[in-house]
């Protein structure tokens, strides 16, 4: 450990993705273990659905903050596995609505246990250490930042003041 702690920030990307990487693949073994036909990629618009019954891609990709084109590929997909289905929409037959079909219900109804346990056990595992519990507020706000603050630009303009002089080491 004492490698990501001598890199500090300069290796936060690299962290969370390892920390990501681990716990979508515990989460992975979960529903291989528990025979549920269900990726972890596929969670963003599970839980949308499962909350908001049906949506377009375009509200979908504003809630998730991702590409309309990205949307429609993960739709097609589980439009493939006959998880979800287009809807048309009562109001503006033009605009297509996504749900599920009865089979995306089904496996809704296997995963409800698996996210309950889930957030339970994260909810446990924060509470472990000092600082942990604060890491999803931790987390809202460097978002926050980044969404506000360019990082590219940021940096681009501490390389042209060390440029300028300052030599501090990192």
Not at 7 to 24: P, V, Y
Not at 27 to 56: A, D, R, T
Not at 129 to 135: G, I, M
């Amino acid at each position: 450990m004492s490698f990501y702690k001598n890199a500090g920030e300069l290796i936060f990307g690299t962290r969370l993705k390892r920390i990501s990487d681990r716990f979508l693949t515990d989460v992975s073994s979960v529903y291989k273990k528990m025979g549920i036909p269900f990726e972890v990629s596929w969670f963003p618009l599970f839980y949308l659905l499962h909350h908001q019954s049906s949506l377009s891609v375009t509200e979908i990709a504003k809630e998730l903050q991702i590409t309309h084109s990205a949307v429609s590929q993960l739709v097609t997909h589980l439009e493939k596995k006959n998880l979800v289905e287009f809807i048309n929409d009562e109001h503006d037959k033009r605009k297509r609505i996504i749900g599920f079909t009865d089979r995306g219900r089904e496996i809704m109804h296997q995963i409800e246990p698996v996210w309950k346990a889930l957030k339970e056990t994260m909810q446990s595992f924060l509470k472990q250490k000092q600082n942990s519990s604060r890491l999803m507020q931790a987390l809202d706000e460097t978002e926050e930042t980044l969404k506000n603050e360019n990082l590219c630009e940021n940096v681009l303009k501490n390389i042209k003041k060390y440029q300028e002089g300052s030599h501090e080491t990192y």
